[in-house]
């Protein structure tokens, strides 16, 4: 079994940080790429960061220099360290797991069930 849960979210200010987690239980050998998606109301599942088993990291444009991905030395807490927070970061940020780095959420089978990040003005 794979389990991954989100925690850490909550509402704040424009211009403010936050950080949330991902504990990471199960089976997880066969991950190589680990990443935060958010889904913000009638929108698609974007991309914001990922991380591979070797420490490698990848942003979204519109996140590059607020946002930071890291991962712990055994792997069982995946963190979101967001920073400069704007209005339009207001989604649901969701985890996931994968078997190779993909800007798409179809390509991640493990999931977390989100948690909420508003960013108000």
């Known amino acids: 079994q794979v389990h991954l849960v989100e925690s850490g979210g909550g509402s704040v200010q424009a211009g403010g940080s936050l950080r949330v987690s991902c504990a990471v239980s199960?089976?997880?050998?066969?991950?190589?790429?680990m990443g935060w998606f958010r889904q913000a109301p009638g929108k698609e599942r974007e991309g914001v960061a990922s991380?591979?088993?070797?420490?490698?990291?990848n942003y979204a444009q519109s996140v590059k220099g607020r946002f930071t991905i890291s991962q712990d030395n055994a792997g069982n807490t995946l963190y979101l360290q967001m920073s400069s927070l704007k209005p339009e970061d207001t989604a649901v940020y969701y985890c996931?797991?994968?078997?190779?780095?993909?800007?798409?959420?179809?390509?991640?089978?493990?999931w977390g069930q989100g948690t909420q990040v508003t960013v108000s003005s």
């Open positions: 996931a797991a994968g078997p190779e780095f993909s800007w798409r959420a179809e390509s991640y089978p493990y």
């Open positions: 991380i591979d088993s070797f420490g490698r990291t």
């Open positions: 199960g089976h997880t050998y066969s991950f190589y790429c």
